[in-house]
Nanobody, 124 residues
Framework: QVQLVESGGGSVQAGGSLRLSCAAS????????MGWFRQAPGKEREGVAL???????GYADSVKGRFTISQDNAKMTLYLQMNSLKPEDTAMYYC??????????????????WGQGTQVTVSS
């Protein structure tokens, strides 16, 4: 059974940094896309960053230059380093993994496994 467990969220002031982690288990970690999504109240879930199985990376325009996605294959852990945070980054952040019948597409990958989410709140 696939499990994705996020951690690292919290409350920071604008300009601050946070690092999110996502520990994966029960999953062919290195053979699939992994990504980070976020959802703010009243808004649709949006893709933030993606790490493809071939190592290619993609970011939403709103976070380019501020967020960095990375992974530790030995630990089967995905990270999202978030710098220069803005109030508009406030959202629940979700780790996601590619799945054959996933319903959400992002940058060419189909996501169907989700973590429980971790809240990020940025105050001005």
């Amino acid at each position: 059974q696939v499990q994705l467990v996020e951690s690292g969220g919290g409350s920071v002031q604008a300009g601050g940094s946070l690092r999110l982690s996502c520990a994966a288990s029960g999953y062919a970690y290195r053979r699939n896309c992994m990504g980070w999504f976020r959802q703010a109240p009243g808004k649709e879930r949006e893709g933030v960053a993606l790490l493809d199985a071939d190592g290619s990376i993609g970011y939403a325009d709103s976070v380019k230059g501020r967020f960095t996605i990375s992974q530790d294959n030995a630990k089967m852990t995905l990270y999202l380093q978030m710098n220069s945070l803005k109030p508009e980054d406030t959202a629940m952040y979700y780790c996601a993994a590619e799945a054959p019948y996933g319903r959400i597409w992002y940058l060419g990958c189909r996501f169907g496994y989700w973590g429980q989410g971790t809240q990020v709140t940025v105050s001005s």
